[in-house]
């Protein structure tokens, strides 16, 4: 009984230090052989500059920059080819030229940006709005943030009345620049016929 006993202990403590033995080399051998499993770096160890990101132009087979204009709210996007218009740019190139780069997407790169101005679209119409010392020219379309380019300084109900209500509703719009000086020298005709007649 004390051998059977005996042998029973024996053999659990060695089934035990067996399994011990086991499992500490599976694990050993199935960290050694996935080579997609990091290790973290020791406190001791420097960290290693990273190096910057670069595309080949046959990595992406398109990019797209997105470009948000706060002067009239409009987002316009545009589809790019990065060899072209960007060669040889990292992305930490591109972030300091003022892009955010997202590269989610393994197979296109999106750029985004935002800008004060107004987009391509609105920047060439005009508006003339009302203000206290006459009429003020702004660049873009009525509704939107675009710069002051100036002010002309009248009487506003010297103008016809059209333009009056016009200005009393928001404001003249025009869809350049060449529309808005064609009407200016209209109006310039007609109010020096006023001042002669």
Known sequence: MYLMKRNLATTVFLMCILFAGTFALSYWVFDFLDPNVAQAPSPEEEPMDAAPVLWEPEQFSAARQEIYYRGCRHLVTKEIDLSVVY???SVEDLEAMGWQ????NPEKIILRRDDDG???NDEVYRRIASVESGIAIFAGPIGTDGPLLQT???DVRQL???WQQKLQEGGIEFASEAELISAL???EELLDSLVYE
Not at 101 to 104: L, Q, R, Y
């Open 87 to 89: 060669p040889g740019k």
């Open 101 to 104: 780069v997202d590269s989610s």
């Open 118 to 120: 107004l987009c391509p």
């Open 152 to 154: 002309i300084n009248l």
């Open 160 to 162: 016809p009345e059209d």
């Open 185 to 187: 020298d209209s109006l």
